[in-house]
């Protein structure tokens, strides 16, 4: 079976309103830009993202932001977004912020068929608000839940017929590699953009 298809549109036919989407990408570097505006023009909207920020405002997730088009952001990161921010604050967009690590695992967990997981980070903060507490080695651990999507979208240096993507070699290779491996295991269809 192939699975190479020739452009964004095709590839993102199937996402609809109301879907929850991975999109891959470490700050400004590595996102899917092209399939993030293809989104845009196909209007889709109360998407749920999971990210590891948000972009900024004319870039990245920021432009499906301005277009009002996510109901809630789970990321790591606010980052300089000011349309983030207002939508944030002025209660228009959910927002599920979660440590880096906490987030990378929840993604992995997902994909490998793991409903959750016990972690010390956010212990003691409001990320742990209303979650199960275990001590384990004398520490406090919190349950957090896994993380799946209906699409994960990775920008990849190319891939082959048989859905294999390959990342760019670019700086900080490893953790952009974490989060699109996280991403492309925890989901129903992946789609990777040069």
Not at 31 to 46: F, R
Not at 124 to 143: Q, Y
Request: include cysteine.
């Amino acid at each position: 079976m192939n699975k190479v298809v020739k452009d964004p549109a095709q590839a993102l036919d199937g996402i609809q309103d109301g879907m929850t989407l991975m999109v891959g990408g470490f700050g400004l570097c590595g996102i899917p830009e092209n399939s993030i505006a293809q989104l845009v023009k196909m209007g889709v909207k109360n998407l749920t993202c999971i990210s590891n920020n948000a972009g900024v405002d004319d870039f990245g997730l920021g432009l499906l932001l301005q277009g009002k088009q996510v109901k809630k952001m789970i990321s790591s990161y606010v980052g300089e977004n000011d349309e983030f921010e207002r939508q944030m604050l002025s209660g228009e967009l959910e927002v599920d912020l979660i440590p880096q690590g906490s987030l990378a695992e929840r993604c992995r967990a997902g994909g490998a068929g793991i409903p959750a997981f016990f972690t010390p980070a956010g212990y003691g903060t409001e990320v742990a608000e209303g979650k199960e507490v275990r001590i384990f080695n004398g520490k406090p651990h919190i349950l957090e839940s896994a993380l799946t999507a209906d699409f994960a979208i990775v920008k990849a240096w190319k891939g082959d017929t048989e859905g294999n993507l390959i990342a760019a070699h670019l700086p900080r290779r490893k953790i952009r590699k974490t989060h699109r491996t996280t991403h492309r295991s925890s989901k129903k269809l992946t789609y990777g953009t040069r």
